[in-house]
């Protein structure tokens, strides 16, 4: 939980970090890249005040119910964002090189001059295997079941498993959409401010140039309000490529993996499940 302090100007939310950490300077700048596509009705944003290495101090959110009508406006601001773009994958926001803070996590950012060539390859190096090595070493995941993974990650090197972008990505002629990185359904607030046109505000984006289809599957991971509507109303502004369905999984092989890492065992049976058929 953010603590919350007020001062003259309203309530604002102060985020903090351990000095020597990965800096908070970094999520400042992820708002900021999602937030550019918000004039052109993209999701949004928690609203930066100020950022330091230890400390981002964002506007209160005024948290509200979910609703279905906000659930599709929510879909179809998200393909808005992710149609912004990035220009390579793994791209951070521009102007920053440094790490998010996320416990335990492995940064999805890469610098242009390592830049992969496909999607695959992205979140083989990227995503997947850094997960499977720390998993590994934390006894969460044994060699044979190591391999599984291995055989996923080299066929996604092999680009096996590419899929073109949801329209909107691909009119923009981008090869990388501009995601949240980490949109499970406790980033996505529903708002009760009647100034917010959408009804939802993403908050603490790990953002960098992915697969759009990554930031669904993860609203689909751990259960999402209304993810039904939000789907439809994504698709219907921006449809997704065929066979999207098929490929949820293999986008919520890195969470499941990061879990493993985190919290032993008891997440294992999930993403073998998950990596099965793509091995």
């Known amino acids: 939980m953010r603590p919350k302090f007020r001062d003259e100007v309203g309530d604002l939310f102060v985020k903090r970090a351990t000095p020597g950490s990965a800096s908070l300077e970094g999520e400042a700048a992820a708002l900021r890249w999602l937030a550019e596509a918000v004039p052109a009705g993209g999701m949004p944003v928690a609203d930066v ?6 400390e981002l101090v964002e506007h209160c959110i005024v948290t ?5 009508e906000a659930a599709e406006r929510a879909g179809a601001a998200l393909a808005v964002t992710h149609a912004a773009g990035a220009l390579w994958w793994g791209a951070p926001p ?5 790490s998010y803070l996320i416990r335990g996590s492995y940064t999805p950012t890469v610098p242009e001059s390592a830049a992969p060539n496909c999607w695959g390859a992205f979140f083989a190096e990227w995503r997947v295997m850094p997960y499977v090595r720390q998993a590994r070493d934390a006894g969460a995941v044994d060699k044979e079941e190591a391999r599984v993974f291995e055989r996923v990650a080299t066929r996604l090197q ?5 899929a073109p972008q949801p329209a909107l990505v691909r009119v923009g002629g981008f090869e ?8 499970w359904s406790g980033n996505l607030l529903w708002d009760a401010d009647d100034g917010n046109r959408v009804g939802a505000t993403l908050i603490d984006p790990m953002a960098h140039g992915g697969h759009a289809e990554t930031d669904l599957a993860m609203l689909a991971l751990f259960g999402c309000p209304f993810l039904k509507r939000i789907v439809a109303a994504y698709d219907e502004a921006s449809p997704f490529a065929e066979g999207w369905r098929d490929r949820v999984p ?30």
């Open 176 to 183: 990388a959409a501009r995601i949240h990185g980490d949109l």
């Open 49 to 54: 005040v100020s950022a330091s290495a230890t």
């Open 94 to 98: 521009p102007g920053w090189e440094g």
């Open 158 to 162: 092999d680009g096996e498993f590419d």
């Open 64 to 68: 509200g119910s979910p609703n279905a």
């Open 250 to 279: 293999l986008h919520q092989l890195a969470p499941l993996l990061h879990h493993c890492a985190l919290y032993g065992r008891s997440y294992t049976r999930s993403a073998l499940d998950a990596a099965r058929p793509f091995a």
